[in-house]
């Protein structure tokens, strides 16, 4: 039996609520199962779903912390039978107490502190004595060893995703609708932060549209930035350019997506915030689409540059522009595209699972 400790699960939204998903689901193939995840007053629909057992902790985020370990520690005295304890993340094992064997995953942000900061040996207290610690791409492990975390206990495994599924007619019509039949279409699905990067993204097109008068950026989120973006969009006069979209159906965004041409996000780092991976890259090349992402993170596990992708100094907007155009210019992102579909299928669970057998 495999127990999971999790922060972050289904039905909240994001990357690692759609990894813990994918890992309990896949674990739960090969042995028995159990998740403590914190509470979500939509919880009942998920848990009912799967043939595995969810425990949920509620509270405020202090007293769930201290509850949920309590509940974790004490469900351990009495089943033996737990083989290894997976965490989400660091704080998810702080007050374990366990000889059991111990997984946990790391991701960039939650460890990118100052290597010898009060932070920073809890971090290793913790990690440094964890049988595997699982980073999500080749950039994090990096980090960790540059943080401290002893290289031995290292391993990268990607996040998985599950294969696409057919898209409804209906929202396929809608999505060409929205974009207009335009010949070059962009696209970036992501929180609007500053590490995403998209008013880079948004200074490019400036220029980008007097070469391609009929290109078109489609921006499926929301978040701090928001405001800013869409007041950059008016300054610009990129109105009839830049399309924002948010609280859209999972349909709607996948038809979306298939009918871009390129899914760019050359996403940088901001004070300690860096993208450890980016899921979306491979989301996007499930449908034949390539993606431009930036140097800064782990990117470049999800894009192959030259084949898949291109990868660009985020900070530089000529790179951003040129890799555009790159793969703009006689339809490029074709051909990237056919191998990005390709590549993708090396990121799905029933491959990424296997990893994590290894290691179990």
């Known amino acids: 039996m495999y127990l999971l400790i999790t922060r972050t699960f289904p039905p909240e939204l994001g990357g690692m609520q759609n990894l813990m998903w994918g890992l309990a689901r896949s674990l739960s193939k090969i042995d028995l199962i159990k998740v403590f995840a914190d509470y979500h007053e939509n919880h009942n629909e998920i848990d009912n779903s799967v043939s595995f057992s969810i425990e949920r902790i509620s509270g405020i985020k202090l007293i769930r912390k201290y509850r949920k370990s309590f509940l974790v520690n004490e469900y351990l005295d009495r089943n033996s039978n737990v083989k290894c304890i ?56 990096q980090l960790a060893i540059d943080i401290g975390v002893e290289e031995n206990r290292l391993v990268v495994i990607n996040p998985g995703v599950d294969p696409v599924s057919e ?42 549209k007097e070469v391609y008068p009929d290109i078109i950026y489609t921006c499926i989120g929301y978040g701090d930035e928001e405001n800013k973006l869409i007041n950059l969009v008016n300054e610009l006069k ?4 830049v399309i924002f979209l948010k609280n859209i159906s999972d349909n709607l965004k996948n038809a979306l997506v298939s009918k871009s041409h390129i899914f760019v996000m050359p996403s940088i780092m ?34 192959i540059h030259k084949r898949t992708g291109l990868i660009c100094d985020g900070n530089n907007l000529d790179e951003i ?8 210019q006689e339809n490029k992102y074709l051909e990237f595209g056919k191998q990005a579909k390709e590549n993708s299928q090396n990121f799905l669970w029933n491959n990424i699972i296997e990893k994590y057998r290894k290691i179990l």
């Open 86 to 141: 997976i965490a989400d993340h660091w704080k998810s094992l702080e007050l374990i107490k366990s000889n059991k064997k111990k997984i946990c995953l790391i991701h960039s942000k939650e460890i990118n502190h100052l290597r010898g900061s009060r932070i920073n040996k809890k971090i290793l207290e913790i990690l440094n004595n964890t049988d595997h610690v699982v980073a999500n791409s080749k950039y994090t492990m």
């Open 167 to 208: 898209i409804p007619k209906e929202d396929l019509k809608e999505a060409d609708i929205i974009l207009k039949k335009k010949k070059q279409r962009l696209i970036t699905v992501s929180r609007f932060d500053k590490r995403k990067n998209h008013e880079k993204i948004i200074m490019a097109l400036r220029n980008l």
């Open 238 to 241: 990129l109105n009839d350019q």
């Open 270 to 303: 901001h004070k300690k915030s860096v993208e450890g991976f980016g899921i979306a890259f491979v989301e996007a090349a499930q449908y034949g689409i390539p993606s431009i992402g930036g140097k800064h993170g782990g990117a470049s596990d999800a894009i």
């Open 321 to 328: 522009y040129s890799s555009l155009n790159e793969l703009l």
